[in-house]
Antibody, heavy 124, light 107 residues
Framework: QVQLQESGPGLVKPSETLSLTCNVS????????WNWIRQPPGKGLEWIGY???????KYNPSLKSRVSISLDTPNNQFSLKVDSVTAADTAVYYC??????????????????WGQGTLVTVSS | DIEMTQSPSSLSASVGDRVTMTCRAS??????VAWIQKKPGKAPRTLIY???GLQSGVPSKFSGSGSGTDFTLTISSLQPEDFATYYC?????????FGGGTKVEIK
């Protein structure tokens, strides 16, 4: 059974970098898409981006200039960094595996396994 | 970007009720919709993919339908463990986007 677990500081100061790690157990990091999603308090879910294969990435344009997602295959982990955080980055952050299937000439990916989420608060 | 609008935002129902919720996309997205259940303090759980495909391990009381812009999630007989918030997700186009959620509460 695949399990994902987020870890990292629960409190980050404004203008600093938010760093989270997702540990994956029960499966390999290869051949799937590894995603980060967040939910600010009282607001909706927002897809942040993914990493796959040898470190190829895709990000939400709303965050693209401040975000990076990377793979640590030997340790079965992947990570998220968000630069120059503000209070608007306060949220529960989830990691999720993106599985995929083939149809209509291309691949389609949705989330099949999720972490429990970790609250990150941006405050001085 | 594609906007996903869910309705209702909340509903009250009793154990044993049949419950239906909807999601509307701001443009056609074929059948590239998933439905996700979220309970406080627990990992979200994907129930449905490709609008009507049952994710492995999910009971058949959950069903999905729709294509184009309008999608539906139905729970055939509500049980205590089904009280949760349900989100739709479109994965037709990046950036991926979610509906605002439907919270299912006990009547």
């Amino acid at each position: 059974q695949v399990q994902l677990q987020e870890s990292g500081p629960g409190l980050v100061k404004p203008s600093e970098t938010l760093s989270l790690t997702c540990n994956v157990s029960g499966g390999s990091l290869s051949t799937f898409f590894w995603n980060w999603i967040r939910q600010p308090p009282g607001k909706g879910l927002e897809w942040i981006g993914y990493v796959y294969n040898r470190g190829n990435t895709k990000y939400n344009p709303s965050l693209k200039s401040r975000v990076s997602i990377s793979l640590d295959t030997p340790n079965n982990q992947f990570s998220l960094k968000v630069d120059s955080v503000t209070a608007a980055d306060t949220a529960v952050y989830y990691c999720a595996r993106g599985t995929y299937y083939y149809g209509s000439g291309t691949f389609w990916s949705y989330f099949d396994y999720w972490g429990q989420g970790t609250l990150v608060t941006v405050s001085s | 970007d594609i906007e996903m609008t869910q309705s209702p935002s909340s509903l009250s129902a009793s154990v044993g009720d049949r419950v239906t919720m909807t999601c509307r996309a701001s443009q056609g997205i074929s059948n590239y919709v998933a439905w996700i259940q979220k309970k406080p303090g627990k990992a979200p759980r994907t129930l449905i993919y490709a609008a009507s495909g049952l994710q492995s391990g999910v009971p058949s009381k959950f069903s999905g339908s729709g294509s184009g812009t309008d999608f539906t999630l139905t729970i055939s007989s509500l049980q205590p463990e089904d009280f949760a918030t349900y989100y739709c997700l479109q994965y037709n186009t990046y950036p991926l986007s979610f509906g605002g959620g439907t919270k299912v509460e006990i009547k």
